[in-house]
């Protein structure tokens, strides 16, 4: 592909330009900028994501370093911090956001018969979660969290086949967790995933309205009677319990008033017993268990990011300049993501993050770049999102 131009120029040839200038159109982003528009302020913030770039000041510095190549990159022009800063700061969030937006809508569908580890169902199954990242409250004043610091938090519904996020909302470290369920619009016959704190019974009937299930553990305090027991259950596989039953507390039986399926598994591992809680009363009790387990894949997903993206060091104090930074960081792993399926490469999107990263100013074609490698396989273990072992 193209062997004379640099990586990073060839990278850019698999982002869809037309559909980033739509975004730009809806919101007005370019409306009297006369250098730094939004698709090289894209382009720029991209690259030291790509490159592991700490500040603004490293992105500018790098590259002014290399003004001359900048042309055959495909960016513009180099800037100074002062104006990527105020960039980041005035230009509406919502532009990255809504090409994130467009971009899980093109990569998810190429991931999806991704095989999930131990399941045999062809269900769409998410995982709902959140991350934190801890701010400085005096810098950021906005971002509310716990016990008067500062917090953001990335909440996350991640599509388990090929570790695709379907969902991204960022809010300050007060908004819960369950709160998003009142956003997400479930998907019929899909199944998520989530921890006990997402128990909201109101949120869950809507769920189950929606003919879609979840997955969750089971609150210690929930007042619950049990309707009926299954007695054929095989304790060697884990299983402790497999009952149907009805919520009895007053407000949790007139949020949910249809039974639920109680599920119990003892892990020999952790010494502990889980008790899952769900409306499908269709699959088997250890697919149950199995379902929940795989929800550690979103946990893999919030590590990778903050180990492999700039993410926990963030590039402006203010929330139009975080939402933004957050926003072209997801965007960032979503075109490796779907570099990764275009050129079919075999290796893992750590692998490719890392070998892009280091090979911005080369002229290698990418696909001899991605393909012509030896894998180490303690690192492929490690950090392949689309083969987690359990």
Same mark, same amino acid.
Request: with cysteine; hydrophobic share 40%.
């Given at each position: 592909?193209?062997?004379?131009? =640099?990586?990073?120029?060839?990278?850019?040839?698999?982002?869809?330009?037309?559909?980033?200038?739509?975004?730009?159109?809806?919101?007005?982003?370019?409306?009297?900028?006369?250098?730094?528009?939004?698709?090289?302020?894209?382009?720029?913030?991209?690259?030291?994501?790509?490159?592991?770039?700490?500040?603004?000041?490293?992105?500018?510095?790098?590259?002014?370093?290399?003004?001359?190549?900048?042309?055959?990159?495909?960016?513009?022009?180099?800037?100074?911090?002062?104006?990527?800063?105020?960039?980041?700061?005035?230009?509406?969030?919502?532009?990255?956001?809504?090409?994130?937006?467009?971009?899980?809508?093109?990569?998810?569908?190429?991931?999806?018969?991704?095989?999930?580890?131990?399941?045999?169902?062809?269900?769409?199954?998410?995982?709902?979660?959140?991350?934190?990242?801890?701010?400085?409250?005096?810098?950021?004043?906005?971002?509310?969290?716990?016990?008067?610091?500062?917090?953001?938090?990335?909440?996350?519904?991640?599509?388990?086949?090929?570790?695709?996020?379907?969902?991204?909302? #960022?809010?300050?470290?007060?908004?819960?967790?369950?709160?998003?369920?009142?956003?997400?619009?479930?998907?019929?016959?899909?199944?998520?995933?989530?921890?006990?704190?997402?128990?909201?019974?109101?949120?869950?009937?809507?769920?189950?309205?929606?003919?879609?299930?979840?997955?969750?553990?089971?609150?210690?305090?929930?007042?619950?009677?049990?309707?009926?027991?299954?007695?054929?259950?095989?304790?060697?596989?884990?299983?402790?319990?497999?009952?149907?039953?009805?919520?009895?507390?007053?407000?949790?039986?007139?949020?949910?008033?249809?039974?639920?399926?109680?599920?119990?598994? =003892?892990?020999?591992?952790?010494?502990?017993?889980?008790?899952?809680?769900?409306?499908?009363?269709?699959?088997?009790?250890?697919?149950?268990?199995?379902?929940?387990?795989?929800?550690?894949?979103?946990?893999?997903?919030?590590?990778?990011?903050?180990?492999?993206?700039?993410?926990?060091?963030?590039?402006?104090?203010?929330?139009?300049?975080?939402?933004?930074?957050?926003?072209?960081?997801?965007?960032?792993?979503? #075109?490796?993501?779907?570099?990764?399926?275009? #050129?079919?490469?075999?290796?893992?999107?750590?692998?490719?993050?890392?070998?892009?990263?280091?090979?911005?100013?080369?002229?290698?074609?990418?696909?001899?770049?991605?393909?012509?490698?030896?894998?180490?396989?303690?690192?492929?273990?490690?950090?392949?999102?689309?083969?987690?072992?359990?």
């Amino acid at each position: 592909m193209n062997s004379g131009k =640099y990586v990073f120029a060839q990278l850019l040839q698999f982002v869809n330009r037309y559909e980033f200038e739509k975004c730009v159109k809806r919101y007005n982003g370019n409306y009297r900028v006369k250098h730094l528009n939004c698709w090289n302020q894209f382009v720029q913030l991209f690259f030291g994501q790509l490159t592991s770039r700490n500040s603004l000041r490293d992105i500018c510095t790098c590259l002014k370093a290399h003004k001359n190549k900048l042309y055959h990159l495909g960016i513009k022009q180099n800037v100074n911090q002062s104006s990527l800063s105020r960039a980041n700061e005035r230009r509406d969030w919502r532009i990255f956001a809504d090409f994130g937006e467009y971009l899980i809508k093109l990569v998810r569908p190429l991931y999806s018969n991704s095989p999930i580890p131990n399941i045999d169902i062809d269900n769409e199954i998410f995982a709902l979660d959140s991350t934190t990242i801890s701010l400085s409250i005096n810098l950021f004043s906005w971002a509310k969290g716990k016990y008067s610091r500062g917090a953001v938090k990335i909440h996350t519904l991640l599509d388990l086949r090929g570790s695709i996020p379907a969902f991204i909302l #960022i809010t300050d470290g007060k908004y819960h967790d369950s709160n998003v369920l009142d956003i997400i619009s479930p998907t019929p016959q899909a199944i998520y995933l989530m921890d006990k704190a997402y128990i909201d019974f109101a949120a869950l009937y809507n769920i189950n309205k929606a003919e879609a299930f979840f997955v969750s553990r089971a609150k210690v305090t929930m007042a619950y009677l049990v309707v009926e027991k299954n007695y054929n259950i095989d304790e060697s596989t884990g299983l402790r319990g497999d009952k149907v039953i009805q919520l009895t507390g007053h407000k949790s039986r007139k949020r949910y008033p249809e039974n639920l399926r109680m599920v119990e598994y =003892y892990d020999k591992n952790k010494e502990v017993l889980l008790v899952f809680l769900t409306n499908n009363f269709d699959v088997s009790a250890l697919e149950v268990a199995r379902l929940y387990r795989n929800r550690w894949q979103i946990e893999v997903f919030f590590k990778w990011i903050k180990q492999n993206l700039i993410i926990k060091k963030l590039w402006g104090h203010s929330e139009n300049a975080v939402n933004t930074h957050i926003w072209i960081a997801i965007c960032t792993y979503l #075109i490796v993501a779907y570099i990764k399926h275009s #050129i079919k490469s075999t290796l893992s999107i750590y692998e490719i993050m890392q070998i892009l990263g280091v090979s911005a100013f080369d002229k290698t074609p990418i696909k001899e770049l991605l393909s012509e490698i030896e894998v180490n396989q303690n690192v492929k273990e490690q950090y392949n999102l689309f083969n987690v072992d359990f």
